[in-house]
């Protein structure tokens, strides 16, 4: 059986075969070169030097390596992992047993967290727009606090006026303790503040992390070289990602 390898990589389109596939998308594209193997599975995986590869049969090379079958629809079924050494396979004391262990707990987050990126927008333009919203609503929290604070402030000065009356009599005790209680107030609303300020400048800075993420999900997925062993070109639509179920 002939192997077909994708991968991805800059190419020009060489002939008029393959200027008519640029017009499909790649499922497509590869159901009309390989009908013959439209039944056939479909594997994913990564060379040496970084580079992306599709065929419907594993070669002897990539045996040993991380590889993933996808569906028809690209949906990754079945993930296996890359061959460990029996160094690797057997953890030598607990302590690299628990951080293979949280290795793999972290590969899974990471994935569910791509997941949710890809789905939860059209573009970046939407990330950009949920990061205003975002720091928007912040931004009201602490104009509120500053208004309640301004509030609370003037019944101080009020308190203080007051005082100067009953001079050279004693000030009445609840108005000390009243300003007592505003000064108090004034320095809890003060220290929030100062959180919400220090929230706005993480949520900036996550909402700008997730859209430079979500912009090399992109590109991984698109603009890509489809080859086949026939020597026929045609730039991709754009490939649905494919992530692991979670169990």
Same mark, same amino acid.
């Given at each position: 059986?002939?192997? @077909?390898?994708? =991968?991805?990589? =800059?190419?020009?389109?060489?002939?008029?075969?393959?200027?008519?596939?640029?017009?499909?998308?790649?499922?497509?594209?590869m159901?009309?070169? *390989?009908? *013959?193997?439209? !039944?056939?599975?479909?594997?994913?995986?990564?060379?040496? !030097? *970084?580079?992306? !590869?599709?065929s419907?049969?594993?070669?002897?090379?990539?045996?040993?390596?991380?590889?993933?079958?996808?569906?028809?629809?690209?949906?990754?079924?079945?993930?296996?992992e890359?061959?460990?050494?029996?160094?690797?396979?057997?953890?030598?004391? %607990?302590?690299?047993a628990?951080?293979? =262990?949280?290795?793999?707990?972290?590969?899974?987050?990471?994935?569910?967290?791509? /997941?949710a990126?890809?789905?939860?927008?059209?573009?970046?333009?939407?990330? %950009?727009?949920?990061?205003? /919203?975002?720091?928007?609503?912040?931004d009201?929290?602490?104009?509120?606090?500053?208004? $309640?604070?301004?509030?609370?402030? +003037?019944?101080r +000065?009020?308190?203080?006026?007051?005082?100067?009356? $009953?001079?050279?009599?004693?000030?009445?005790?609840?108005?000390?303790?009243?300003?007592?209680?505003?000064?108090?107030?004034?320095?809890?609303?003060?220290? $929030?503040?100062?959180? +919400?300020?220090? %929230?706005?400048?993480?949520?900036?800075?996550?909402?700008?992390?997730?859209?430079? @993420?979500?912009?090399?999900? +992109?590109?991984?997925?698109?603009?890509?070289?489809?080859?086949?062993?026939?020597? /026929?070109?045609?730039?991709?639509?754009?490939?649905?990602?494919?992530?692991?179920?979670? !169990?």
């Amino acid at each position: 059986m002939r192997k @077909r390898a994708y =991968r991805i990589e =800059r190419r020009p389109i060489l002939t008029s075969v393959a200027r008519l596939a640029c017009r499909v998308p790649l499922l497509l594209f590869m159901m009309a070169v *390989g009908a *013959g193997t439209a !039944h056939a599975a479909l594997y994913k995986w990564t060379d040496e !030097h *970084g580079i992306v !590869h599709y065929s419907d049969k594993l070669p002897v090379e990539a045996v040993n390596r991380a590889n993933a079958q996808l569906s028809g629809q690209g949906i990754t079924v079945r993930r296996t992992e890359q061959v460990r050494t029996a160094a690797q396979r057997v953890p030598q004391t %607990e302590t690299e047993a628990q951080k293979l =262990r949280e290795a793999d707990r972290d590969r899974v987050v990471a994935e569910r967290r791509d /997941r949710a990126l890809i789905e939860s927008y059209a573009n970046e333009a939407e990330i %950009e727009l949920a990061k205003s /919203r975002a720091i928007a609503t912040i931004d009201g929290q602490v104009q509120s606090a500053r208004a $309640f604070v301004a509030q609370i402030a +003037k019944r101080r +000065k009020e308190l203080d006026d007051r005082k100067a009356t $009953f001079a050279p009599r004693p000030v009445p005790g609840e108005i000390p303790r009243e300003i007592e209680t505003i000064d108090a107030e004034i320095d809890r609303q003060n220290e $929030f503040m100062a959180a +919400k300020a220090k %929230e706005s400048a993480n949520v900036a800075a996550r909402y700008d992390a997730d859209k430079q @993420r979500y912009r090399e999900l +992109k590109g991984m997925t698109s603009g890509a070289i489809v080859t086949s062993s026939e020597g /026929r070109y045609a730039r991709s639509q754009p490939v649905a990602m494919e992530f692991t179920s979670a !169990h």
